[in-house]
Every structure is written in structure tokens, then in C-alpha cells.
């Protein structure tokens, strides 16, 4: 470690790691009351157990980002973080208010929940993603003003990077967009639209910012590559994601009550919101191509490497999959979406906070890598969620496929329960693959704690 204020991370990647397993836990909850249309009720009723997956998945990767900037910002500014002390005291607000939401939603009805935290006064809950009861999403705000506050001053006062500068914009982006969750207009039409602004706007706009100045500092770590070559490419791969994800939220405006001009506008933007993540892909391999050494976290670079691909596949490739309004008019709201958002979020921001803690950690735990064997270990936990996840995301498109044939084209369209039954069969693959993933967890769990005292092998 550079410098010892960097060690807050630790903190912040271990509560991102148990929320993790939480989240897919009730992933796989969920998967089976597919199946298994009474599984645990009424004590975990499905849009119950729904929010607690997603909303999970939300606050981990929210703790990825906070650790992953409090390790990147001092060593980029050169210089101690400005309070590790506020670094300390937000994580333990944050974690207890995640918590105690969760709790919320399991322990009680979720129109109870919305009674007892009053949000009769200042309604905001009830919308996807958005779940969170007013006073949480007020205690995220402050969370989020005093992250930004230190790891703000930290940037200013401190060396000028564009890692850091790409960072941190990211970041603002990410809490100014949260802002529009407070807005919730009785009118369906102009509360979608500013939902988008926050759902949307997020993971194809300010998030790709975080994404890639993660990237870049990994890989300008891992590979020694001048830091000019790959600042190069992270102006251009971020100029494009604002480009095209910004108008390209145009693609969630079709059917919902906005303008005609909208599913153009949508289409052709939201068609060239692949470019960043290819971009991406070319940068870490190009990078990686032209490295100067061979750094002994082997699965860092792993890491590293498989978020540039699996981003582009997930959001890239399965976001164009239904992006263009002619195939959206028939995939809307079907499980093809789900297939996108599955191996969207997994390959882009899953795994690129998985990257950073595979690098950081070994550093904060006080050494440069782990040891050889507990190194295999966590790249055979890479290897089987990477491949579960791509499993889940081909029987959720399969499973799509018939779906929008039977219920949307066929001659004689069934109604959605009757097709529902016809594509068991997909879920219950699902189910499977969702298991093999949970024990790729498992295993990267055990990678942590394996093999302490084994040699590394030396750098070449
Ligand atoms: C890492 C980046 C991305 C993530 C994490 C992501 C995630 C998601 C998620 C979770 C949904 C479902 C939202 C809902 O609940 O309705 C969704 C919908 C959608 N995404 Fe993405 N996405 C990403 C990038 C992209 C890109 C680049 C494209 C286009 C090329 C795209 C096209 C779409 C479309 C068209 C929908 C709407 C599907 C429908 O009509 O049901 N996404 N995305
Ligand atoms: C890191 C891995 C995972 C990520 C990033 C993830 C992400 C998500 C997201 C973004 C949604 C909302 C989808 C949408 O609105 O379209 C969702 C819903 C869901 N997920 Fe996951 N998930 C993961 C793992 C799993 C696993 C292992 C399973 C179970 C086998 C699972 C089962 C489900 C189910 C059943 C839903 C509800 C879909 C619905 O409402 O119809 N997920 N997940
Ligand atoms: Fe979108």
C-alpha cells in the first residue's frame, strides 16, 4: 500500500462481498418461485424477494465504486485521503441504513413499510429499482455528499490525473442523477421518463465513466504502459458513451406515452451505445498487448480482461439485441430483457469491481499478489460464474424467444400465464445454471482465505 489511508477500502469490499452472496442467495430464491410458483410463501413473497436482489445488487456495487475510489484516488493524487475518519463513519451509516432497508422489505408488507417511514409526506416509493423508502434515499444522499466532499478534496488538493478527474466526474454524475429518484410526478407518463433519467443514465452514462477509469487504472498498474496511451483511449471511449447513451435513452421511450420522434431518435442513438463497450474491449487488449511487465496477480488481469469482453457481450451485443424499435415493439417487458440485464450488469460493473478488488486486496492485506494456488483458486471462481452467467443469460434469451413468438407473433397469441407454463423448462435450466454460479462464489469466498502462506511465484 501506498498510503495508509488506502486501507478504508478494505472495508468497503468486504461489506460489497457479503451483500453479494445475499443478493444471489435471493437470486436463486427468486429463480425457483419461478418454478415453483408457492416456494416460501407467504414469508418471502416474490416482489419481495425481487427488491432485495436488485436492490442488493444496487448497494454492493455502490460499496465497489465508494472502496474502488478510495483506493484509486489517494495513489493517483499522491497524497493521504483527506478523512479516513468521515471514510469510516459513512461506510458504517450506509451499511446500517442498506440493512435496515432490507430488513423492511422482508419483515414486513411492503405497503406497511411505505406507512411506517411516511412516505405519505414525500412520496417516492413503488417504482423499480427505486424501492427504497424516503429516508433511505435521504441517508444515501448524505452518504454520497460526504463521500464525494473527501474523495473531493482529496482530487483537488492533490495530483491532477485523468483517472482521477474521469473518477470523480463519474461519480458526481452518478449522485446528481440519483436526484431525480425524489421526483415522482402523479402523471405515469413524466414519472417514466425521469425514472429512465436515473436507471438509464446511470449504467449507459456516468457509471461507463466509473467503469472505464477503473479500467485504466488497473491496467496502467498491471501492464506499466505509459499512462498517455491509455488516457487517450479513456477520452475517447468516455466521449462516446456520453454521446450515444444520452439521447440513446431514447430507447426506453417508445410505448410508454412519449412523442412518435422518440423510436428514432432512440433507435439510431441507442444503436451506436455498443461503440464505448467495443472501444473498451480493444483498449484493455491493445493495453495488455503492449505491456511492459509481468505482474504476479495473474487474476487480476483476468479480471481485467474478462469485463472488456463480457461488458461488450452484455450491454454491447444483448443490448442491441432488442435496442431498435421494430424489435422492441415485440420484446418489450419479455424475459429477453432480463437476459440483457443479467449479463449487462454482470459484465460491466460485477465484474469490473471484481477487478478492482482482486487487485487491491492482496495490496491491502499486505502483500503484491496471493500465492500461486490460492491465485488458481480464484480463477477457477472467474471461470464458473463467468460461465454460469452466460448460461443464465441463454436459457433467459431462449426462454424470450418463445415468449415473444407465443404470446406476441404467433397466429394465434396465447395469453402470458398459458405461454408461462410452455417455457418452464427454461427456468428451471436457469435454476441450474444460478446454482453452479452460487458455488463459483462459494469458491471465490475460499480464495481469500486459502493457501496464505504458500510461495508466490516470481515476477518475470
Ligand atoms: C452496462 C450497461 C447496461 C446495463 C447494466 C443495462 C441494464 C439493463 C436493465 C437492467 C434493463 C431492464 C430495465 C427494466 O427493469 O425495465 C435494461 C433494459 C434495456 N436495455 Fe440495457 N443495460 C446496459 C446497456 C445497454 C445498451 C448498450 C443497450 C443498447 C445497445 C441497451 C438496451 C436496452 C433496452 C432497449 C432495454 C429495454 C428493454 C425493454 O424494452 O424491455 N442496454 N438494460
Ligand atoms: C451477479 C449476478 C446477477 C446479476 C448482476 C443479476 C441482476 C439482476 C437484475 C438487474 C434484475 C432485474 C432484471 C430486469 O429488470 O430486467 C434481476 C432479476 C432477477 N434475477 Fe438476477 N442477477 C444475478 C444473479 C441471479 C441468479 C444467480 C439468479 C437465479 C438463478 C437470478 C434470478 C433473477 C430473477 C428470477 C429475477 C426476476 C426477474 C423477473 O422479475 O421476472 N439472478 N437480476
Ligand atoms: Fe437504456
Do not use: C
Amino acid at each position: 500500500m501506498q498510503f495508509a489511508s488506502q486501507s478504508v477500502a478494505k472495508l468497503y469490499f468486504t461489506a460489497a462481498i457479503a451483500l453479494f452472496i445475499g443478493q444471489i442467495t435471493f437470486g436463486l430464491i427468486l429463480g425457483l418461485q419461478y418454478v415453483v410458483g408457492d416456494f416460501l410463501f407467504p414469508e418471502i413473497p416474490f416482489n419481495a424477494a425481487r427488491m432485495v436482489h436488485s436492490n442488493l445488487l444496487i448497494v454492493w456495487l455502490l460499496f465497489g465504486f465508494m472502496g474502488s475510489a478510495y483506493f484509486v484516488v489517494p495513489e493517483e493524487s499522491q497524497r493521504e485521503l483527506y478523512s479516513p475518519k468521515l471514510a469510516v463513519i459513512l461506510f458504517w451509516v450506509f451499511l446500517a441504513s442498506g440493512v435496515l432497508t432490507i430488513v423492511g422489505y422482508l419483515a414486513v408488507p411492503y405497503a406497511t413499510l411505505a406507512k411506517i417511514t411516511g412516505n405519505a409526506y414525500f412520496p417516492t416509493m413503488g417504482r423499480e429499482f427505486l424501492e427504497q423508502p424516503t429516508i433511505t434515499k435521504i441517508g444515501i444522499v448524505v452518504v454520497a455528499l460526504g463521500f464525494l466532499f473527501n474523495i473531493g478534496m482529496t482530487v483537488l488538493s492533490g495530483r491532477k490525473t485523468v483517472v482521477n478527474i474521469v473518477l470523480l466526474t463519474g461519480l458526481v454524475g452518478l449522485a446528481l442523477m440519483l436526484l431525480f429518484s425524489f421526483y415522482n410526478p402523479d402523471n405515469l407518463v413524466k414519472d417514466k421518463y425521469y425514472w429512465w433519467w436515473v436507471v438509464h443514465l446511470w449504467v449507459e452514462g456516468v457509471w461507463e465513466l466509473i467503469l472505464g477509469a477503473i479500467l485504466a487504472f488497473v491496467l496502467i498498474k498491471l501492464t506499466g504502459v505509459d499512462r498517455e496511451v491509455i488516457e487517450k483511449w479513456l477520452y475517447v471511449i468516455i466521449a462516446m458513451a456520453l454521446v450515444t447513451g444520452i439521447i440513446g435513452t431514447g430507447h426506453h421511450y417508445y410505448w410508454m406515452g412519449a412523442p412518435g420522434y422518440w423510436r428514432w431518435w432512440g433507435s439510431i442513438f441507442s444503436a451506436l451505445e455498443p461503440i464505448p463497450f467495443f472501444l473498451m474491449t480493444l483498449f484493455a487488449f491493445n493495453i495488455i498487448h503492449k505491456k511492459k511487465r509481468d505482474h504476479p496477480n495473474k487474476p487480476a488481469m483476468l479480471w481485467a480482461m474478462g469485463t472488456a469482453v463480457m461488458a461488450f457481450l452484455g450491454a454491447g451485443v444483448w443490448g442491441f439485441l432488442h435496442t431498435l424499435a421494430p424489435v422492441n415493439y415485440y420484446t418489450h417487458g419479455t424475459q429477453i430483457t432480463a437476459a440483457h440485464g443479467h449479463m449487462a450488469f454482470f459484465g460491466a460493473y460485477v465484474m469490473i469491481v471484481l477487478t478492482m478488488i482482486s487487485y487491491a486486496m492482496p495490496i491491502l492485506r499486505g502483500r503484491t499478489a496471493n500465492s500461486d494456488k490460492a491465485q488458481v483458486v480464484e480463477m477457477w471462481a472467474f471461470w464458473i460464474m463467468t460461465v454460469a452467467m452466460v448460461f443464465i443469460t441463454l436459457f433467459l434469451t431462449a426462454s424470450g424467444v418463445l415468449q415473444t413468438w407465443l404470446q406476441r407473433m404467433a397466429e394465434n397469441p396465447q395469453p402470458f400465464m398459458v405461454v408461462q407454463d410452455k417455457i418452464q423448462f427454461f427456468y428451471w435450466l436457469r435454476e441450474a445454471a444460478g446454482v453452479a454460479f452460487m458455488i463459483g462464489l462459494v469458491l471465490y469466498v475460499v480464495s481469500f482465505f486459502v493457501f496464505r502462506d504458500e510461495p508466490i511465484e516470481p515476477a518475470v
